[in-house]
């Protein structure tokens, strides 16, 4: 799933089909648990799954599966050049760095030539509501021009989470900046099937304004 509203990837096809993907090298990047990787898997791909934080990666290895788990930045990925047909990521890494044109930097330096990055994140313009699945979340309470980072401390102050604004305009200068070439821009809109409400997920909301942005990236061959 690329993200709350429930677009499936066979249904999407973003990495391609699913009969194409069979040893394919792909890492996905901010895996969590892995989910992704167990499904590519299934497909039969050979998924690396990396993320920063060990515990999540501690679940990854207790509900199992054959592929290698990878604890590391993805602003610094330790991998050769040329090692991954495919990237992907669904709501991991990229809204939480800073710098996400080192990430896209570092995941072209990997990809091969013709190699595709497909990532999800929280749709730009879900910064200007309140995170509010009701009527009360449809009002414009911020500027959506507005890149504070969202944070949460902990009682000593500390940083225990923190998600960064990019507007649309923002992620396709990033896509440029990183010299990767932007293929597809994906806004699912929320199917009638999906009755769940989530934090600020709702169908009220998700039939009135988008909440997933989906970038279909790809490494040039002929550049290369």
Not at 172 to 187: G, H, K, M
């Amino acid at each position: 799933m690329w993200g709350p509203e429930g677009l499936d990837e066979v249904e999407a096809e973003l990495l391609g089909p699913p009969e194409e993907l069979k040893g394919k090298d792909v890492l996905e990047i901010g895996a969590g648990a892995a989910q992704c990787s167990r499904w590519l898997l299934a497909q039969g791909a050979r998924p690396v799954a990396l993320d920063l934080s060990h515990r999540q990666l501690q679940h990854a290895l207790r509900i199992g599966g054959s592929f290698p788990l990878v604890c590391a930045d993805a602003g610094a990925l330790p991998f050769a050049d040329n090692s991954f047909d495919l990237a992907c990521s669904a709501y991991g890494a990229m809204p939480f760095v800073a710098d996400p044109v080192q990430v896209l930097r570092e995941v072209r330096r990997v990809l091969r030539p013709g190699g595709r990055f497909v990532f999800s994140t929280t749709h730009p313009i879900r910064w200007a509501f309140p995170d509010e699945p009701g009527p009360e979340g449809l009002t414009v309470a911020s500027s959506y021009f507005d890149r504070t980072p969202y944070v949460e401390q902990d009682d000593d102050g500390r940083a225990v989470y923190v998600e960064h604004h990019r507007t649309i305009g923002d992620r396709v200068r990033d896509i440029v900046a990183a010299d990767l070439r932007l293929v597809d821009l994906v806004e699912p809109e929320w199917p009638s099937w999906n009755t769940s409400e989530w934090g600020g997920w709702s169908p009220l909301r998700g039939n009135l304004i988008p909440g997933t942005t989906i970038f279909v990236c790809e490494r040039d061959r002929e550049r290369d």
